[in-house]
């Protein structure tokens, strides 16, 4: 990482890569002093090179006092001048999202609400979507699909949300007809759905899916 100062006034017509000039990072409350990673550069001409289309930057560096002002976080990577939200003709904000990811941008929001992506240079991942700043482990998209699944482990857990940060739900918890399942296979209450046990998901979340009782591992199970 390498942060450099800019000035508008000197530099603006300043190329930092085939595609990018110095203008395009200044604050937009019109102030002089411009802070730019090449590293973000670098990311942006890539960024550039893969969609051959334009990448418009609607804010990059942002000087504290205009960071505030428009309520911006505080430590925000657009103060140090390693962020750039862009707009990328042709592309969806996911698509761009996605692109990033697989050349090792590290922040990453994808704001697929008001149609611009957030890259940075932070040292380590952060994915989330929208103003929410909703976490993601990933933009790229499930291998797996809705409809019904054979159980293969032993146990498998049932969350209340898609990820193993959820807690993992009782048998009480479950809805009458997994636990007649459970009971019909098993023999006793388990607290999870039972090998072979067929499940339907109505919804998918990275490598999670949504049952009627809650969210469940697919790579414990099998599509059927
Ligand atoms: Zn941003």
Request: net charge positive; proline share 2%; charged share 25%.
């Amino acid at each position: 990482m390498s942060v450099k100062k800019y000035s508008k006034k000197k530099d603006s017509a300043k190329k930092l890569s085939k595609n990018f000039s110095v203008s395009e990072f200044a604050c937009k409350d019109g102030s002089d002093e411009i802070l730019i990673d090449n590293k973000l550069v670098s990311f942006l001409q890539k960024i550039r090179d893969w969609a051959g289309n334009s990448v418009l930057i609607t804010s990059a560096y942002r000087n504290p006092v205009y960071n505030s002002k428009i309520g911006g976080a505080s430590n925000s990577y657009h103060t140090k001048g390693q962020a750039a939200d862009i707009v990328v003709k042709g592309k969806k904000p996911i698509e761009v999202a996605r692109f990033a990811q697989s050349i090792n941008v590290k922040g990453i929001g994808c704001y697929n609400d008001d149609l611009f992506v957030h890259i940075d240079t932070r040292p380590t991942k952060f994915y989330w979507y929208n103003q929410s700043c909703t976490p993601t482990d990933t933009f790229l998209q499930s291998k797996y699909k809705t409809g019904n699944y054979s159980v293969k482990a032993d146990v498998l857990n049932i969350r209340t949300g898609a990820s193993r940060s959820f807690s993992c739900k009782k048998f009480s918890q479950l809805t009458s007809d997994a636990q007649k399942q459970i009971l019909k296979i098993a023999g006793y209450k388990v607290n999870g759905y039972v090998k072979s046990m067929i499940c339907t998901v109505t919804q998918i979340k990275d490598n999670w899916g949504k049952t009627p009782s809650g969210w469940i591992c697919l790579d414990y199970c099998q599509k059927i």
